[in-house]
């Protein structure tokens, strides 16, 4: 008797093991970006999310880090969201950590503060993506109509229109490219919220303007709308103001959330489950509005117990927050704090419930940032930037010894080089 409850235990064990690598197994794993950063030299000034008008990255403080909105640095220096030698370093990182896509932060194509240029450091990024041979999704913020309307930009009687000319935009720049991530042959189409368009048979009316085959999958935050096939979840840091609370998300109140997230998402046709390192946000120092709260990055504990329960569940796919936002301290992004482990993490994780035969490990990190460190210290040398053109197809086709032999010995020329000029 007891032999055949120990044989009992182990078959539930093995299906229950089963179901998981089933689940995890047809889900994409996808990461948030934000596109909208601005830099030197790149331009001609420092923008916004870099300085929120309160620090000055012009400062080099005693450690040799330059002072932004974050308390935490990038691995490369701030950046230009536009600068190709960026993108191209990102696309490597995501492509040799096992991300399959990126989902963008979009505010739409109008000119108006800064919605046109991220619109066209979109496009660059997206251009990088059909490159890298990866997928890209687009997550929309209805809060610019808002915005607009707040302004007078826009009326109350024109935004649905002006929504539907936005998505038009959408279809025919994005949503019509065979990278674009579809499910059940549908474009994914997140959202903030909804923040405006919160009225009964909105967003069937926004979704109207585009073709039958353009129709989204379409997923709002939290919780699905009557347009929508789902929701998707995200760092719930409200709720670490709520009473004795202290200004902490604690992992049993994160749990606590996850637990209801799965359970609205049980009744829904897809689900998109989020995982994230940390929360840590800038925005009090900086004088732009209250602390939204702190979620501890516990040593990278936190990455490995969000990242696996959302590989783990029944959600159709995975989003990680975030690649690079570091006004909110949720970057994956190589940091000078946590150099490449949150990448290590992520190989680590995809390995074990995605794809056993993944073989990049965390020695082939360093890649793109040694093929960034020689593009941007010899920008102008044909040869060396055609031969790194090389070594990046190299990578992108999967041959990492190829690669690893060959800057290895850019680099021993190069160095060599540097000498004999000093003599």
């Not at 929120?52 to 040799?64: L, S, V, W, Y």
């Not at 990088?128 to 007078?152: H, N, S, T, W, Y």
């Not at 936190?302 to 690079?324: G, H, K, P, Y």
Request: glycine share 8%.
């Amino acid at each position: 008797m007891k032999l055949s409850r120990q044989l009992a235990a182990a078959f539930t064990l093995l299906i229950a093991l089963h179901s998981v690598v089933a689940y995890a197994a047809s889900k994409p794993l996808l990461v948030h970006y934000r596109p909208w950063f601005v830099a030197k030299p790149f331009t001609d000034q420092w923008g916004w999310h870099w300085t929120m008008a309160h620090f000055d990255p012009d400062h080099i403080d005693a450690t040799g880090q330059r002072q932004i909105a974050s308390w935490y640095h990038p691995l490369i220096g701030p950046y230009d969201s536009a600068d190709p030698n960026v993108l191209e370093y990102h696309l490597l990182l995501i492509k040799l950590a096992g991300i399959d896509g990126v989902i963008v932060d979009w505010h739409g194509a109008d000119d108006y503060l800064d919605y046109g240029a991220n619109n066209e450091r979109t496009k660059a990024l997206f251009k990088e993506v059909r490159r890298a041979g990866l997928k890209f999704a687009l997550c929309f913020e209805d809060q610019v109509i808002q915005g607009q309307v707040a302004q007078g930009r826009l009326t109350t009687s024109n935004a649905i229109a002006h929504a539907q000319q936005t998505l038009l935009y959408a279809e025919t720049n994005f949503f019509t490219d065979p990278c674009y991530l579809r499910q059940a042959g549908r474009p994914v189409l997140l959202n903030f919220g909804p923040q405006y368009f919160k009225g009964t048979g909105q967003w069937e009316q926004i979704f109207s303007a585009l073709k039958a085959t353009n129709q989204p999958a379409f997923f709002t935050e939290d919780y699905r709308v009557s347009a929508g096939v789902g929701g998707f979840s995200w760092p719930p840091m409200w709720l670490s103001l709520s009473p004795g609370s202290r200004g902490v998300l604690s992992v049993s109140a994160l749990q606590n959330y996850f637990d209801r997230f799965e359970e609205r998402a049980g009744s829904w046709p897809a689900s998109i489950s989020s995982a994230f390192p940390r929360f840590h946000d800038i925005y009090q120092s900086a004088g732009v509005r209250n602390y939204i709260g702190y979620l501890g990055d516990r040593k990278g504990r936190t990455f490995r117990e969000t990242l696996s329960r959302a590989l783990t569940n029944a959600s159709t796919m995975v989003q990680i927050v975030t690649w690079n936002d570091f006004e909110e301290g949720t970057m994956i992004e190589p940091t000078v704090e946590y150099g490449f482990r949150d990448l290590g993490i992520v190989q680590e994780q995809r390995r074990q419930y995605l794809d056993s035969s993944f073989s990049f490990g965390t020695n082939d990190l360093s890649i793109p940032f040694r093929i960034y460190q020689l593009r941007t210290a010899l920008p102008t040398d044909i040869k060396l930037n055609a031969q790194l053109d090389a070594i990046i197809e190299s990578v992108f086709k999967g041959e990492l010894e190829t690669a690893r032999r060959n800057i290895d010995g850019l680099e021993a020329h190069y160095s060599k080089r540097r000498i004999e000029q000093t003599r």
